[in-house]
């Protein structure tokens, strides 16, 4: 299912159910899980950039609404059919979650916290069978960077990108040259060690009540 299309449309893969969804509306939220039988991998992929300087407090609550709210929401309202399905969550972040774009405060920001709510999750829902991934893309050919005159990938080479690091259990997908960079310092990283010693916690604190 494609649910977040701005206005109904038709499809032409027989095998794509798009459904008009505004992930800040708790309602639509409710009414779409509810036709969904079961689930194997969300995207959440919704976002924004909107131009600002972090003056504007609204804005970044719009920002926090979509990315960080939107993705926690979808997330709690499709758990049920994952758990079940011992399926996967695929987040698509930014590598602005790792190093702010200062043009681009509010979106950073609702990145960073999002991948942090990614790490928790993956912690946390681990237990449980399903897999928590973290996709950390450089500029993507979209709408959304339309006007940047900077170089950037395709749609279809990331997506390509991120099912194959879902298939090989990758949690921090990398799925472009630029981002590609990054990956190995990061999966070698000190940063990426603290996560996994902080998972520790959530075995131990399990350990501790079934006892």
Do not use: C
């Not at 709690?76 to 190093?99: D, E, H, K, Y």
């Amino acid at each position: 299912m494609y649910a977040g299309t701005r206005v109904p449309i038709q499809h032409s893969d027989t095998r794509v159910t798009p459904l008009t969804l505004d992930i800040t509306n708790a309602a639509q939220i409710q009414e779409v899980a509810e036709q969904v039988t079961s689930l194997d991998i969300l995207i959440n992929n919704a976002s924004i950039s909107l131009s600002e300087n972090l003056s504007d407090r609204a804005a970044l609550e719009e920002h926090l609404a979509v990315i960080f709210f939107g993705t926690y929401d979808m997330t709690q309202a499709f758990l049920p059919l994952l758990t079940r399905s011992r399926g996967a969550i695929v987040n698509i972040l930014s590598v602005a979650a790792l190093a702010a774009l200062p043009v681009m405060p509010s979106y950073s920001l609702a990145k960073a916290a999002t991948f942090n709510l990614t790490q928790s999750l993956r912690a946390l829902l681990a237990g449980q069978g399903v897999n928590v991934h973290a996709v950390l893309p450089g500029p993507i050919d979209t709408e959304m960077s339309q006007s940047l005159d900077i170089p950037k990938a395709s749609p279809e080479s990331v997506a390509r990108a991120i099912f194959d690091g879902v298939e090989k259990g990758t949690e921090e997908i990398f799925p472009d040259s630029m981002s590609e960079s990054l990956a190995e310092s990061w999966r070698s990283g000190a940063v990426k060690e603290l996560e996994r010693q902080n998972a520790t916690f959530v075995v131990a604190e399990g350990s501790q009540a079934a006892g």
